[in-house]
Each structure stands twice: as C-alpha cells, then as structure tokens.
C-alpha cells in the first residue's frame, strides 16, 4: 500500500477525440433484407408442410423487401460524407431488400405474360 494519494480526474471527451460509439446503422435493413430473401425459397419447401407454411410467407416479401430499402436507404444517406462510417450493413440491406423486391415482380410479369 502506497501512502501517496493518487487522484484521478474523470476523463473528458472533446471535440478532436470523439467517443467511440457501436456503429449500428443498417442493422435493421439488412435483417429485413435477409428475411425477405429467405422467404423467396418458401414455396421450395417439402410438400409435407401445410400450404400455409409454404406460401403464405411468399405474399410478404414484397412488403418486407421494400421495408429493408426504406431502412437502409437513410442510413446510407445519413453516413455519406462521415469518415470511417461503417456502410456496408445498409448497403447489403439495401441490396438484399431490392433483390427481395425485384425478383417476385419478375416472375409475377414472366407469368402473366406468358398466361396472356
């Protein structure tokens, strides 16, 4: 034990230092991307499964993709010009949700073009 009295003053941020703070952004988007094309393989499941497990979650991921870009795109937006900001959650949201969104709407046309 030492008799000399240490003090510690409290550590102060300032402006040059910034505090290191978890980069979450585009967490939610790529979440919602990777569900969404997921669901794209529903209808590929066994036959054993009842139908509404097998294309009910078809119907959603439309809805989900577009949600995945609508999260995505403002984080992107909001890192832009920001050093050092890590983008590369939105950005494969943002890709995964325009994939979730893109592929159902070309079959759906392929369909009814070739029924029509």
Known sequence: ???VKRTTEPQR????????????????SLALGAVGVAMIGC???PEGLPPWIRFF????????GIMALVCGLPDLWATRGVEGAARGRAW????????AVTVPT????????RLG
């Open 43 to 45: 209808p590929f499941l």
């Open 92 to 99: 494969t949201g943002v890709v995964l949700g325009a994939v």
């Open 13 to 28: 941020h300032t402006e040059e230092e910034p505090v290191a703070e978890p980069e979450r952004r585009g967490t939610a």
């Open 57 to 64: 979650p078809f119907y959603l991921v439309v809805p989900v």
């Open 106 to 113: 070309a079959v759906c046309l392929y369909w009814l073009v």
């Open 1 to 3: 034990m030492s008799l």
